[in-house]
Nanobody, 123 residues
Framework: QVQLVESGGGLVQAGGSLRLSCAASGRTFSTNILGWFRQAPGKEREFVAC??????DTYYADSVKGRSIISGDKNTVYLQMNSLKLEDAAVYYC??????????????????WGQGTQVTVSS
């Protein structure tokens, strides 16, 4: 089992920055990718970014590409979010798993999930 605990969410003004953190513990060696998904009210959960901690590859959703940086290793993953927009407001979930690198954007690829951290963006 892998346990994931997110932190760093909060209230930020549009245009501001926020850094989310996810601490992973347990059998982290059984995973290869740590990632972030988000879910806004009334919407489905969507992929944000992920890192293959073993290979060092990173992947981003188009909606955050160029504004966000994911970094970390098998025990910790960070998501630095800049130039935040109102539409970035959501609950952000950390996820981990032994993921097919071609299907990293599918939440079904991830076996482990955190409880989520709220990000609120004000105008």
């Amino acid at each position: 089992q892998v346990q994931l605990v997110e932190s760093g969410g909060g209230l930020v003004q549009a245009g501001g920055s926020l850094r989310l953190s996810c601490a992973a513990s347990g059998r982290t060696f059984s995973t290869n990718i740590l990632g972030w998904f988000r879910q806004a009210p009334g919407k489905e959960r969507e992929f944000v970014a992920c890192i293959n901690w073993y290979a060092g590859d990173t992947y981003y959703a188009d909606s955050v590409k160029g504004r966000s940086i994911i970094s970390g290793d098998k025990n910790t993953v960070y998501l630095q979010m800049n130039s935040l927009k109102l539409e970035d407001a959501a609950v952000y979930y950390c996820a981990a798993g032994l993921v097919d690198s071609k299907r990293y954007f599918l939440e079904t690829q991830y076996d482990y999930w955190g409880q989520g951290t709220q990000v609120t963006v004000s105008s």
